[in-house]
């Protein structure tokens, strides 16, 4: 790749190394060096002068410092005279934050396009953008690769009999992407739906008198008990009565307001998601799911975020059988040590071709479909 340079922020290294070597060529050394009020400098040992230049940073743990990082590397290649700089952004930092959810918020994603552009960038290519219109934030021209097609390589390689699973979504925002794969998998799909009106469960105990069981309220004090059952039993057994906690709750229709819309009995669940991050709502979803009969549940995305102990509660649930995740976000060795259920995905390959074809002047639509 003559007149191609690639530079690499410290987020990420272990995917910028697979990128090089999987292009073939050497990475241009930077060094960083940090201040004691913690403000950082640059410099690059080598020219890049009118060169197709491409810095390899993603989201990570240290979102903020990296973000400033990617910045601060934008606008030293526009000053050394770069011909393009086209930024890799596997994940792109703060992408949840890409509209209002309230009415003082602010769009963040839409600030960060805008640093980006003022930095120098003329480029941006990414992956799995949280919404596919998030591409209108930026001025410059946006590639936003797919990582469905690993995915489904994922899926083939090691679930042969994975069209008689279905792909499921644990919330609607999320239908577009599980139809797709669903639709490229040939597999069926479903859909979790919480209904916020409905009521939390309520605690109940079974009393038992004489013969007669009567289902009451768990907060009804005993004291109470003779006063409701002495129409219909003796109060003198209350003395001593035979108590049971039960969940009182229809679960042939929702669990917490959790509803299904689909079949999974018989079957392998796979949630689908672009973002793994907190898993309480993953684990809600794999408990509903194997409620209504699927055999096991596996846990698919594209940006593994996992927050914190996130990788431990995933261990500990039983609902879960399996996260897969690909690379796009640096998961520390401690931290995936966490668990033994994690799996990890390659999408170097699909970068580095993107990088090459981008240089070379080639479409990319080749990578939507086929993984690298």
């Known amino acids: 790749m003559r007149g191609a340079k690639v530079l690499g922020g410290s987020s990420h290294p272990d995917l910028t190394?697979?990128?090089?070597?999987?292009?073939?060529?050497?990475?241009?050394?930077?060094?960083?060096?940090s201040h004691a009020n913690h403000e950082k400098t640059l410099e690059i040992h080598q020219s890049i002068r009118n060169q197709d230049v491409f810095i390899v940073?993603?989201?990570?743990?240290?979102?903020?410092?990296?973000?400033?990082?990617?910045?601060?590397?934008?606008?030293?290649?526009?000053?050394?005279?770069?011909?393009?700089?086209?930024?890799?952004?596997?994940?792109?930092?703060?992408?949840?934050?890409?509209?209002?959810?309230?009415?003082?918020?602010?769009?963040?994603?839409k600030l960060v396009a805008n640093m980006l552009t003022v930095a120098g960038v003329d480029h941006i290519i990414t992956l799995d953008l949280h919404h596919d219109q998030m591409q209108g934030f930026f001025s410059k021209p946006v590639d936003n690769?797919?990582?469905?097609?690993?995915?489904?390589?994922?899926?083939?390689?090691?679930?042969?009999?994975?069209?008689l699973g279905v792909v499921v979504s644990k919330n609607p925002g999320g239908v577009k992407r599980v139809?797709?794969?669903?639709?490229?998998?040939?597999?069926?799909?479903?859909?979790?739906?919480?209904?916020?009106?409905?009521?939390?469960?309520?605690?109940?105990?079974?009393?038992?008198?004489?013969?007669?069981?009567?289902?009451?309220h768990d907060t009804m004090s005993t004291d109470s008990l003779p006063q409701l059952l002495a129409t219909s039993a003796s109060t003198a057994a209350l003395d001593d009565p035979d108590v049971q906690v039960l969940?009182?709750?229809?679960?042939?229709?929702h669990e917490d307001g959790l509803q299904l819309v689909g079949d999974v009995k018989g079957r392998v669940?796979?949630?689908?998601?672009?973002?793994?991050?907190?898993?309480?709502?993953?684990?809600?979803?794999?408990?509903?799911?194997?409620?209504?009969?699927a055999t096991k549940v596996v846990v698919l995305g594209t940006h593994g975020i996992l927050s914190n102990d996130a990788l431990a509660e995933f261990e500990k649930a039983s609902s879960i059988s399996e996260i897969a995740v690909t690379n796009s976000y640096p998961i520390p060795p401690e931290k995936r040590a966490m668990s033994t259920k994690l799996r990890i995905m390659d999408i170097s390959g699909v970068i580095a071709e993107a990088?090459?074809?981008?240089?070379?002047?080639?479409?990319?639509?080749?990578?939507?479909?086929?993984?690298?």
């Open 57 to 109: 940073q993603s989201g990570s743990d240290e979102i903020n410092d990296h973000l400033m990082e990617l910045l601060i590397m934008i606008n030293t290649c526009r000053a050394s005279s770069a011909g393009r700089i086209t930024a890799i952004l596997p994940y792109l930092p703060y992408s949840k934050q890409c509209k209002k959810k309230k009415s003082r918020g602010a769009v963040t994603a």
């Open 247 to 253: 969940e009182v709750i229809d679960t042939a229709w």
């Open 355 to 372: 990088i090459r074809r981008t240089h070379n002047g080639e479409s990319i639509s080749y990578l939507f479909n086929t993984a690298i």
């Open 17 to 33: 190394e697979q990128i090089v070597d999987r292009l073939g060529i050497q990475l241009v050394p930077v060094t960083f060096k």
């Open 179 to 216: 139809t797709s794969l669903s639709d490229r998998l040939k597999m069926d799909f479903a859909l979790i739906h919480q209904d916020k009106s409905v009521p939390k469960p309520q605690r109940a105990r079974v009393v038992t008198t004489g013969s007669q069981n009567h289902l009451v």
């Open 269 to 293: 669940a796979f949630l689908v998601d672009d973002m793994i991050d907190t898993p309480d709502t993953f684990i809600a979803a794999a408990k509903l799911l194997l409620r209504r009969g």
């Open 145 to 163: 690769l797919l990582a469905e097609p690993t995915l489904c390589k994922y899926v083939t390689q090691y679930y042969p009999d994975h069209q």
